[in-house]
């Protein structure tokens, strides 16, 4: 029940922003890279520190 009445506010909220403006595409991207990365908090440090350990490896072996 709240579950579904949830799901129809954030239905209303997208409508009536999409309404207001037409070219939102971009901010809707970064709005659901952000929660993405939220929600994936673990892999994206574990992604960043295998590149931070690739960088210095490349560093050390030129």
């Known amino acids: 029940m709240d ?3 949830g799901n129809e506010k954030i239905k209303d ?3 009536n922003r ?3 403006s037409n070219d939102s595409s ?3 991207f970064a709005i659901y ?3 993405w990365c939220f929600d994936n908090a673990k892999s994206v440090m574990i992604l ?3 590149l931070l350990f690739m960088s210095f490896f490349s560093f ?3």
Do not use: P
Request: glycine fraction near 4%; aromatic fraction near 10%; charge should be neutral.
């Open 60 to 62: 050390f072996l030129l």
């Open 18 to 20: 999409d309404k207001a």
């Open 33 to 35: 890279s952000l929660c």
């Open 26 to 28: 971009l901010s809707d």
């Open 13 to 15: 909220l997208n409508g």
């Open 48 to 50: 960043a520190l295998f």
């Open 3 to 5: 579950v579904q009445k």
